[in-house]
């Protein structure tokens, strides 16, 4: 198999012993899962772990000068809202252990997080040329690395909301909701539908802040939320002028496309959106019950 060489000497991987990554949420303080079924995308995620580097063991094996500067840093990317950044960035001179604490927005998450944790050089090798041959010398070079991976799955809304006053922004005061949709299908999920709740229902907007752990009777009124929702979807990518953006887009990763493609093929039966659109038209009431039943299997299969 092959296997990737580096222009530069790397350590022996065992100069970073990380503890594994755990998570802060409202069950406390655990071992992140492989799978967070009850993600919120309303509130953040809060990360920890323990690293201990052994920075002069590091220099010594990658033939750096005694003084160079070495970086712990953590990266992150979410495949869902197709965005990424740095959630932590420290100096290391010696040995040392360090705590390392992320905060990440629920909004800018979505799909599978990937969180890569490195020791790079923190700047450029001052002399370069004085340098050891195969040595790394730019600011930003990995010399080791670990990543982890999460899949996020809420109860909640799989896109960001916001609680606004309806009055305000032209929706009817006496409404629920509002969804937002973008002109193109094309765009990442996360980053391109939103739902808006009305701050005057105070009933809703309690039962979304605790959709981790929602009442019997708040989770009904999420699964009517959810569900009409899931119509808006439907009914958006059946529109005459997205059916072919959405066909075409269907393979591009994290985006509306992608999600509204599956979401339709899950609700009915596998059958293409051709297939459904040519239902809608000529049999609508036929499409209403489907749709009506593709809802309810969905919401039974993801009942405990």
């Given at each position: ?102 905060k990440l927005a629920g909004s800018d ?10 020791l790079v050089l923190a700047e450029d ?180």
């Amino acid at each position: 198999m092959a296997k990737d060489v580096m222009p530069f000497l790397r350590p022996s991987p065992d100069v970073v012993a990380a503890s594994p990554w755990q998570i802060d949420d409202v069950e406390g303080l655990r071992d992140l899962p492989a799978l967070l079924p009850d993600w919120d995308s309303q509130a953040d995620l809060v990360l920890h772990r323990q690293v201990t580097v052994d920075g002069d063991r590091a220099r010594s094996e990658c033939r750096l000068p005694a003084d160079t500067r070495l970086a712990l840093v953590v990266d992150w990317h979410s495949s869902a809202a197709h965005l990424a950044g740095s959630a932590f960035r420290q100096v290391v001179e010696e040995g040392v252990e360090l705590s390392v604490q992320t905060k990440l927005a629920g909004s800018d998450l979505g799909g599978t997080l990937v969180l890569r944790t490195r020791l790079v050089l923190a700047e450029d090798v001052v002399h370069p040329e004085r340098a050891a041959p195969f040595t790394a010398r730019h600011a930003g070079e990995i010399l080791c690395e670990d990543s982890a991976e999460v899949h996020l799955e809420g109860h909640a809304s799989r896109f960001p909301m916001s609680v606004i006053d309806f009055s305000l922004h032209g929706f009817d005061e006496d409404a629920r909701w509002a969804l937002g949709l973008p002109d193109d299908p094309t765009v990442p999920v996360t980053g391109g539908v939103r739902l808006y709740l009305n701050r005057a229902d105070t009933e809703l907007v309690a039962a979304a802040t605790r959709a981790f752990a929602p009442t019997p009777m708040q989770r009904r009124l999420l699964e009517t939320m959810h569900d009409d929702v899931a119509r808006q979807l439907v009914e958006a990518c059946l529109r005459p002028s997205w059916r072919d953006a959405v066909t075409d887009a269907a393979d591009e990763a994290g985006s509306l496309a992608e999600s509204l493609t599956v979401l339709v093929t899950n609700l009915f039966h596998g059958q293409s959106l051709p297939t459904v659109a040519a239902l809608r038209d000529s049999e609508p009431s036929v499409f209403a019950t489907a749709l009506q039943g593709g809802l309810r299997r969905l919401r039974q299969e993801k009942s405990p």
